[in-house]
């Protein structure tokens, strides 16, 4: 059975329309181990993606995502010159990781933050209970409300 996500993005770091410009990319610097588990042990290529506009005015759920490849040892933990540099991350444990991501849609009507709050269907949602997880599980009912809210239905 398919699983869904929710991934977050600060809109000036990594935005959706990067991601619609690149068509896929890595999901890299993920530096908090219960994310890192998720990425590591449980996101499989198939599966959906909420792409989550963070840190802005309303931050929104701005679109879906695919996985197209699952975990792997993410190459800036072990780079000096990275932001996301981790002096215990080695070749035999890479400490990190990561997976690659690729665009499907952009919604026509950002869902903010508010209306998720709101939406019945959503009380129980990992976002809306104040989690600061940059990647998170999304029910599949729940992707199913946010892509309809979204799709303007």
Request: hydrophobic share 35%.
């Amino acid at each position: 059975m398919p699983r869904y996500w929710l991934f977050k993005s600060e809109p000036g770091s990594y935005s959706i329309d990067d991601l619609e410009r690149d068509g896929r990319t890595s999901w890299e610097g993920v530096r908090n181990f219960q994310a890192r588990n998720l990425l590591r042990d449980e996101i499989a290529v198939g599966e959906q993606v909420l792409f989550y506009h963070s840190s802005t005015q309303p931050p929104a759920v701005v679109g879906p995502a695919e996985v197209v490849r699952a975990g792997y040892p993410d190459p800036t933990a072990r780079d000096p010159s990275s932001r996301y540099h981790d002096p215990a991350a080695t070749e035999e444990d890479p400490r990190w990781y990561m997976v690659d991501i690729a665009f499907r849609e952009r919604f026509p009507n950002p869902v903010p933050l508010a209306v998720l709050k709101e939406t019945p269907g959503l009380e129980k949602m990992v976002l809306t209970q104040r989690s600061r997880l940059s990647v998170q599980p999304v029910r599949p009912e729940e992707f199913e409300i946010v892509t309809r809210l979204g799709r303007g239905g």
